[in-house]
């Protein structure tokens, strides 16, 4: 007998903490085309989700947010916002915040 899904396997990051850590957020650079990502939030289920990515060994978390829709397509309008490029120990560390509601 199949099995279906009944909830979302993607992962979701925790609801922020009520002292949690400010992430400046940045206009994105553009500095690496191809960025490759190594981990992503649900982007299904949320209007807004988070990506792990890793360009020229250096390493940045991008936020994408659902800002409204086109009027033709109906596709999705993304904003997209970066923090600056870090260490991949620094990255891991934010990454885990952002799970976990530390920081935003
Ligand atoms: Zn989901």
Same mark, same amino acid.
């Given at each position: 007998m199949a099995r279906f899904l009944t909830e979302c396997p993607a992962l979701h990051p925790a609801n922020p903490n009520g002292d949690y850590l400010e992430i400046t957020w940045l206009e994105?650079?553009?500095?690496?085309?191809r960025p490759r990502t190594q981990a992503q939030t649900?982007?299904?289920?949320?209007?807004e989700w988070y990506e792990l990515c890793m360009a020229g060994g250096l390493w940045v978390i991008r936020r994408h947010k *659902? $800002? =409204?829709?086109?009027? *033709? $397509? =109906?596709?999705r309008i993304i904003q997209t916002h970066e923090t600056e490029f870090m260490r991949e120990k620094d990255a891991y560390a934010l990454w885990s915040d952002i799970v976990y509601g530390r920081a935003r």
């Open positions: 994105p650079t553009g500095r690496h085309k649900c982007t299904m289920c949320r209007p *659902v $800002a =409204g829709q086109h009027q *033709v $397509a =109906g596709d």
